[in-house]
């Protein structure tokens, strides 16, 4: 969707309101009818008072360095934890829960080396999402009320006004986990100057005392209850430019893109989640379920061609060079000595012009037992620390 449109949809635009009296229950589950055109399952409505504990808990954890160098809704909790600073005279906001399953990874032997791909990712499954919430927007300002919709966007911390919508609880694993469905959604919102009632109550906590998310986590990220240090979550890692931390390098594994290990554990989503509808690919607004990619042929393939293929993942300043970085990764997680492609990617990328990439072409190198391809003259700084650091 190009910026254009998006702003056609979402600029709230100035009307005379509806009579209060007009909006009651039925006329909320109308907005959730439209909205279930677009896949999207469940729906809620919270208020539009600032969210107080969501607030408290983001200055908190940013002033313990829980957010690594995380911006998004880190960067003004002040402003993404007010729904009135998103939409002046706002009185509620209409929460929508879109699920997505993805693909199972399968053995392929045609690819010698995998990288995963979060099935979060596999599609792109908040643009009919962003459709949903755009039709709703629509039917309000229709109805002359001003609404503005929000998803994956640092103005709204959507998770807790799902919450506070009566959608779900918070797990363990930091995520929200909607009622009898799991955690499998991505999750927006549309604010709105309607006096829609909101939810008279929040779900009851699930999680007990299970903990599965908390021991399986590869990094051990989740260091409180519902509490995630970014700088070990490999799916804030795996976006983060930069060198890698070496710390986590081999926990990468084969994960190219995102982690879902702290769900894949999780009883309820697990035992839910599978049972979500999943838009058909091919349908206009999914792309087709990708869960593996071959890392080879990412590192052969042109800068736009990774854009073009992969350009839907948020790639800091569109910079494939991180997207590399984590295939070279998966490169030295590989065991793949033994294969001639290997053997040629990481010979070029020791060579190559950026030395980003030869960082870790050289642990790379080095992990796979490869030391002699390795060049003795390089004076990048990074990369000569790469070469002096232990394993």
Known sequence: MRRSEILRWSRPESRPEAPLEALDADYVAGLARLAAGFGITHTGVAGAAILGRARAELHRRRSAGLHDTMQFTYKNPDRSTDPTA?????????????PYTGADVAHDPSMPVRGRVARYAQSDHYAPLREGLWAVADRLRADGFKAV????????????????AGLGWFGKNANLLISGAGSYFVLGSVVTTAPLPPARSTATDGCGTCRRCIDGCPTEAIVAPGVVDAARCLAWLLQKPGIFDRRFRAAVGDRLYGCDDCQEVCPPTVRLGARQPAA???????????????????????????????????????????????????????NRADDARVRAVISRYLAHDDPVLRVHAVWAARMLGLVRLIAADDQDRDVIAELNTPL
């Open 86 to 98: 998103a939409v002046q005279g706002a009185r509620a906001v209409f929460v929508g829960a879109r």
């Open 149 to 164: 919709a929000f998803a994956d966007d640092n103005s709204m911390v959507d998770r807790e006004v799902a919450y506070q």
């Open 280 to 334: 058909a690919p091919g349908d206009g607004r999914d792309d087709g379920h990708e869960p593996v990619v071959d890392v080879l042929d990412l590192l052969d393939a042109t800068d736009a061609v990774v854009l073009q293929r992969w350009g839907r993942w948020y790639l800091a300043e569109r910079d494939p060079r991180w997207l590399r970085r984590n295939a070279l990764l998966i490169v030295g997680n590989s």
